[in-house]
């Protein structure tokens, strides 16, 4: 099994920035690919942004040039840095990681969610 423990979520007026954090452990034989989700009431669950093992970089739209995306591989953490935060962005984010466990098994994980609300 993989457990994920995010942390680095809070309460930021407009204009601001918050870092979310995303570390890994247990039985992990390499990580696949790293991602950001985020949900808003009412919403569906949405990509933020993701990164490859080699470092490849994905992000949606509306958060390009503002969120950056990175990791630290030897610590199985990924991080997503938010600046220029807007009202919009208001939403539970999730980390997600796709994990090789075995050299035959291959799965999805997901973080508990941390709320990150952008309020004046």
């Known amino acids: 099994q993989v457990q994920l423990a995010e942390s680095g979520g809070g309460l930021v007026r407009p204009g601001g920035s918050l870092r979310l954090s995303c570390a890994a452990s247990g039985s992990i034989f390499s990580i696949n690919t790293m991602g950001w989700y985020r949900q808003a009431p009412g919403r569906q669950r949405e990509l933020v942004a993701s990164i490859t093992s080699a470092g490849t970089t994905k992000y949606a739209d509306l958060v390009k040039g503002r969120f950056t995306i990175s990791s630290d591989n030897a610590k199985n953490t990924v991080f997503l840095q938010m600046n220029s935060l807007k009202p919009e962005d208001t939403a539970v984010y999730y980390c997600?990681?796709?994990?090789?466990?075995?050299?035959?098994?291959?799965?999805?994980?997901w973080g508990q969610g941390t709320q990150v609300t952008v309020s004046s």
């Open positions: 997600n990681y796709n994990v090789w466990t075995t050299i035959y098994s291959r799965s999805d994980y």
